[in-house]
């Protein structure tokens, strides 16, 4: 199971609390694990991912084990600490004030 | 009795406030969708229990609720009310807002003037306004940045672009004001469902007579100094437009400065600032029964965006312009610095007609005497954008 940690604002949306688990085939990689997020939380669609382009919004990062993954290609896999589940995928929004 | 419900959107939340026809005591729920920008929330005339929200974000992009037990519980169009998420395919598409970039539907544009004078392409970014349907519960229009007009006839579940908007021939010459591209202005015609108007800034107004197929400018009337050409016909920062139901055709605005009206569906327009301090300002409303009475709320200037002379004072014409009174009672008069935002103003159909104003500062202002006197409803809420009244059975 791949864990995904979402920001608050996601969670409440999402009516998840804490960590969620997803299963991923294999590749697990930022687009899977979105690709699976999305299938089983349809409400979460266009929130992290443009509808379109399935491009980052641009206020959102990806994290994991300590590892900024954010710029990393979509299709890059994602360290092998979250796909056995070891380490959760961390999704954060940037830091801004107001 | 009659009952009143104002929606306020806010920059953390939406609010809810209800009162009986005295509108003296009030009740406050919230706040909904804590955190989220509330750009706009309206009720279905057709059905005062459907109430369409836009919910934004600048992290996580554009959300659409729907209530359909008048803002007690909320849902996204398409997700069921009130029951968890489910497996299956993703069928979240009342968010999905998709320019319409096919050939069999006017004549898509891919570009718009940019801050720089050079051409950029269309992003959509938020939901300013929703306007629901006259008639349909499930039919409501979306006025969106960057500017186009968008319709769902189920809901709120999926949106489509009026392209013809935005096809629209001056399209590369629109541009973004301060605030960005955004279509906020909608007003359906009750005479005449093909008729709608609707404003952008920084484009001007536009009108369709044939359902929103094809649109032409009306913004002939319109001098703005800040453009190359104070007269041209596309280029006006239009702030807000409203419309008294009971005549049609007979319509008013606040420019980015100039208070006008025009009495042939903006056709042309005639400048109606008179003796106002200032005629910079957002909101423009009428009076429910009265279609000569106006209100605005007069702001500094553009480059100061609060009310001058430390006042708090709704200007009122009840000639149709020209001659403003300034109406205090109950507001304060020194050391106020708020600005009231282009769609915070609303009145209610009671007898005496209900008029409610929102401010940068938080307060919801109430007058149950059609501007005679007011009182706050709340005074704490987070900048206030958006303010609407039903006036409910």
């Given at each position: ?98 | ?119 950029h392409p269309w992003e959509f970014k938020r939901v300013w306004h929703l306007e629901p349907s006259l008639t349909d519960p499930d039919t409501v229009y979306a006025g969106v940045e960057d500017a186009a007009l968008f319709r769902s006839t189920d809901g709120g579940q999926n949106w489509q672009e009026l392209a013809g908007l935005r096809g629209h021939g001056t399209g590369p010459k629109w541009q973004p004001g301060a605030g960005g591209m955004c279509l906020h202005t909608i007003i359906l015609d009750p005479s005449n469902p093909n008729r709608i108007f609707i404003a952008i800034s920084a484009a001007g107004a536009f009108r369709t007579d044939d359902g929103g197929k094809t649109w032409r400018p009306i913004n002939k009337g319109l001098y703005s100094q800040y453009i190359p050409d104070p007269r041209a016909e596309i280029g006006h920062c239009v702030h807000h437009v409203a419309m008294n139901p009971s005549r049609p055709n007979v319509l ?142």
């Amino acid at each position: 199971m791949i864990r995904v940690i979402l920001p608050q604002h996601l969670r409440t949306l999402a009516q998840v609390r804490g960590e969620l688990e997803l299963e991923v085939g294999a590749p697990v990689t930022q687009r899977s694990v979105l690709d699976a997020l999305e299938v089983r939380y349809p409400m979460l669609r266009g929130t992290i991912r443009d509808h379109v382009t399935l491009q980052r919004r641009p206020f959102l990062r990806f994290f994991a084990c300590e590892e900024d993954l954010t710029h990393e290609p979509p299709d890059a896999p994602l360290p092998d600490a979250v796909a056995s589940g070891a380490e959760p995928l961390i999704i954060l929004g940037a830091i801004a004030g107001g | 009795m009659s009952r009143v419900r104002v929606l306020a959107g806010t920059r953390k939340g939406a609010f809810i406030l209800e009162s009986d026809g005295k509108r003296e005591k009030w009740d406050v729920s919230g706040p909904h969708f804590a955190g989220w920008e509330m750009y706009h929330l309206k009720g279905s005339p057709a059905d005062p229990n459907r109430i369409y929200a836009s919910q934004t974000s600048g992290w996580y992009g554009q959300l659409i609720q729907r209530s359909d037990d008048g803002g007690k519980t909320w849902h996204q169009p398409g997700t069921p009310p009130g029951e968890p998420p489910v497996a299956g395919p993703p069928k979240a598409a009342s968010n999905k807002f998709v320019y319409d970039a096919s050939a069999d539907t006017g004549k898509p544009l891919t570009t718009h003037q940019w801050y720089d004078g050079t051409q950029h392409p269309w992003e959509f970014k938020r939901v300013w306004h929703l306007e629901p349907s006259l008639t349909d519960p499930d039919t409501v229009y979306a006025g969106v940045e960057d500017a186009a007009l968008f319709r769902s006839t189920d809901g709120g579940q999926n949106w489509q672009e009026l392209a013809g908007l935005r096809g629209h021939g001056t399209g590369p010459k629109w541009q973004p004001g301060a605030g960005g591209m955004c279509l906020h202005t909608i007003i359906l015609d009750p005479s005449n469902p093909n008729r709608i108007f609707i404003a952008i800034s920084a484009a001007g107004a536009f009108r369709t007579d044939d359902g929103g197929k094809t649109w032409r400018p009306i913004n002939k009337g319109l001098y703005s100094q800040y453009i190359p050409d104070p007269r041209a016909e596309i280029g006006h920062c239009v702030h807000h437009v409203a419309m008294n139901p009971s005549r049609p055709n007979v319509l008013f605005m606040q420019k980015h400065w100039d208070v006008m009206r025009s009495n042939d569906a903006g056709d042309n327009w005639q400048e109606i600032s008179g003796n106002l301090p200032t005629d910079f300002g957002f909101v423009i409303d009428v009076h429910a029964h009265e279609p000569e009475t106006i209100y605005v709320v007069p702001i500094k200037s553009d480059s100061e965006h609060f009310v001058p002379d430390g006042k708090l004072r709704v200007f009122r014409s009840r000639t149709g312009g020209n001659e403003w009174e300034a109406l205090t009672k109950g507001l304060p008069q020194r050391d106020c610095y708020v600005n009231v935002l282009r769609d915070a103003m609303a009145v209610d159909s009671l007898d005496k007609c209900g008029v409610y104003f929102g401010t940068s500062g938080g307060q919801v202002y109430a007058s149950a005497d059609a501007g005679d006197s007011w009182a706050p409803i709340v005074r704490d809420l987070p900048a206030v954008l958006s303010v609407e009244v039903q006036t409910l059975p």
